[in-house]
């Protein structure tokens, strides 16, 4: 059987501080996102375009 990975590929190169810190963000700037679950890509790509990068982490 075939493992899958992330829905989003971007979970397994993010750490828990930095999907938080971009949750904060995400909030911040007045995205609904929940406290649990997956991150849309659309949010990643918004931080990405405002910070030229993800949260340090």
Do not use: F, N, S
């Not at 828990?16 to 406290?35: K, N, S, Y």
């Amino acid at each position: 059987m075939r493992q899958r990975g992330p829905a989003t590929g971007m979970t397994a190169d993010t750490t828990p501080e930095q999907r938080e810190a971009l949750c904060q963000w995400a909030r911040d700037e007045g995205c609904e996102i929940a406290d649990r679950g997956v991150i849309p890509k659309h949010i990643y790509a918004a931080y990405r375009q405002e910070h030229g990068g993800l949260p340090k982490a």
